[in-house]
C-alpha cells in the first residue's frame, strides 16, 4: 500500500467526508489544502452528460474569468501588414505568417493561444494535425479567427479561457492560483461553470452536469452540488 506524506495525509483527512459543497465552502478548503512551496492552480473539472463522438453533443466555449487566471499567457498571431502591426501593438508575443507556419512545422510551439485573421486561415489550415490535438487551432466559434486582433489578444492575455469537451465528455481548466483571494476564485470558479452550462448543445439529453470537482495542482479533490454551483 502506497504510504503518503505528512502533507498529504493531513490534506486528505482535511477532505475526508466532505462533499457536494457550495462554491464558496469547496474554494476554501482547496485553498486551505494548496500547501506546495509554488503557487498551486486551482482546477475545475466537469463530467457532463454528452457523448462528444456526435457533432450536436460537443461541448465548446470561451469565458472571460472576473479576475484572470494568474498565468502568463504567451499569443502567436497569424497576420500581415497592417494586422501585424495590430497584434504587437496589442501584446502578441509571436506574429508572423509563412515563417511562422515553418517554424512551428520545425517544432517550435511557444504560445498559449493562436490568433489568426481569416486571410491567413489557408496558411494555418497546413498546421491542423499539428495545432488540433493541443487545442491551439484557431477557431471562430471561440474568437481566434477574427479581424479584430486587438481584441483577441488583450482579451487573452487579460484572462480569457477556452474550454472543450474532451473523450468521455470532460471539461477540465484552471480557474486560478491559490494565492487568489477566496472570493475572487469563488467568481471565476462561478463564471466557469455559468459557461458551460450555457453551452449545452442540441443534442444533450438527460443530466447535463453530472458531477463538479475542484482541486488544486497537488491537492485532493471536493465535490461541488451540482444544482447549487449552477444556480450560485
Given at each position: 500500500?502506497?504510504?503518503?506524506?505528512?502533507?498529504?495525509?493531513?490534506?486528505?483527512?482535511?477532505?475526508?467526508?466532505?462533499?457536494?459543497?457550495?462554491?464558496?465552502?469547496?474554494?476554501?478548503?482547496?485553498?486551505a489544502n494548496a500547501t506546495s512551496k509554488f503557487d498551486e492552480t486551482i482546477e475545475i473539472a466537469l463530467n457532463l452528460g454528452v457523448d462528444?463522438?456526435?457533432?450536436?453533443?460537443?461541448?465548446?466555449?470561451?469565458?472571460?474569468?472576473?479576475?484572470?487566471?494568474?498565468?502568463?499567457?504567451?499569443?502567436?498571431?497569424?497576420?500581415?501588414?497592417?494586422?501585424?502591426?495590430?497584434?504587437?501593438?496589442?501584446?502578441?508575443?509571436?506574429?508572423?505568417?509563412?515563417?511562422?507556419?515553418?517554424?512551428?512545422?520545425?517544432?517550435?510551439?511557444?504560445?498559449?493561444?493562436?490568433?489568426?485573421?481569416?486571410?491567413?486561415?489557408?496558411?494555418?489550415?497546413?498546421?491542423?494535425?499539428?495545432?488540433?490535438?493541443?487545442?491551439?487551432?484557431?477557431?471562430?466559434?471561440?474568437?481566434?479567427?477574427?479581424?479584430?486582433?486587438?481584441?483577441?489578444?488583450?482579451?487573452?492575455?487579460?484572462?480569457?479561457?477556452?474550454?472543450k469537451a474532451e473523450k468521455g465528455g470532460v471539461v477540465h481548466a484552471g480557474?486560478?492560483?491559490?494565492?487568489?483571494?477566496?472570493?475572487?476564485?469563488?467568481?471565476?470558479?462561478?463564471?466557469?461553470?455559468?459557461?458551460?452550462?450555457?453551452?449545452?448543445?442540441?443534442?444533450?439529453?438527460?443530466?447535463?452536469?453530472?458531477?463538479?470537482?475542484?482541486?488544486?495542482?497537488?491537492?485532493?479533490?471536493?465535490?461541488?452540488?451540482?444544482?447549487?454551483?449552477?444556480?450560485?
Amino acid at each position: 500500500m502506497a504510504k503518503f506524506g505528512k502533507r498529504t495525509r493531513a490534506a486528505r483527512e482535511a477532505v475526508a467526508g466532505k462533499a457536494n459543497l457550495s462554491v464558496a465552502d469547496a474554494v476554501a478548503l482547496v485553498k486551505a489544502n494548496a500547501t506546495s512551496k509554488f503557487d498551486e492552480t486551482i482546477e475545475i473539472a466537469l463530467n457532463l452528460g454528452v457523448d462528444t463522438r456526435h457533432a450536436d453533443q460537443m461541448v465548446r466555449g470561451v469565458v472571460g474569468l472576473p479576475n484572470g487566471t494568474g498565468k502568463t499567457m504567451r499569443v502567436a498571431v497569424f497576420a500581415r501588414g497592417p494586422k501585424a502591426d495590430e497584434a504587437k501593438a496589442a501584446g502578441a508575443d509571436v506574429i508572423g505568417a509563412e515563417d511562422l507556419m515553418e517554424a512551428i512545422q520545425g517544432g517550435t510551439i511557444d504560445f498559449d493561444r493562436c490568433i489568426a485573421t481569416p486571410d491567413m486561415m489557408p496558411v494555418v489550415g497546413r498546421l491542423g494535425k499539428i495545432l488540433g490535438p493541443r487545442n491551439l487551432m484557431p477557431n471562430p466559434k471561440v474568437g481566434t479567427v477574427t479581424m479584430d486582433v486587438k481584441a483577441a489578444v488583450e482579451a487573452a492575455k487579460g484572462g480569457e479561457v477556452q474550454f472543450k469537451a474532451e473523450k468521455g465528455g470532460v471539461v477540465h481548466a484552471g480557474v486560478g492560483k491559490a494565492s487568489f483571494d477566496a472570493a475572487k476564485l469563488a467568481e471565476n470558479v462561478s463564471a466557469f461553470i455559468d459557461a458551460v452550462a450555457k453551452a449545452r448543445p442540441s443534442g444533450a439529453k438527460g443530466a447535463y452536469m453530472k458531477k463538479i470537482v475542484l482541486s488544486s495542482t497537488m491537492g485532493p479533490s471536493v465535490t461541488l452540488d451540482v444544482d447549487g454551483a449552477v444556480s450560485e
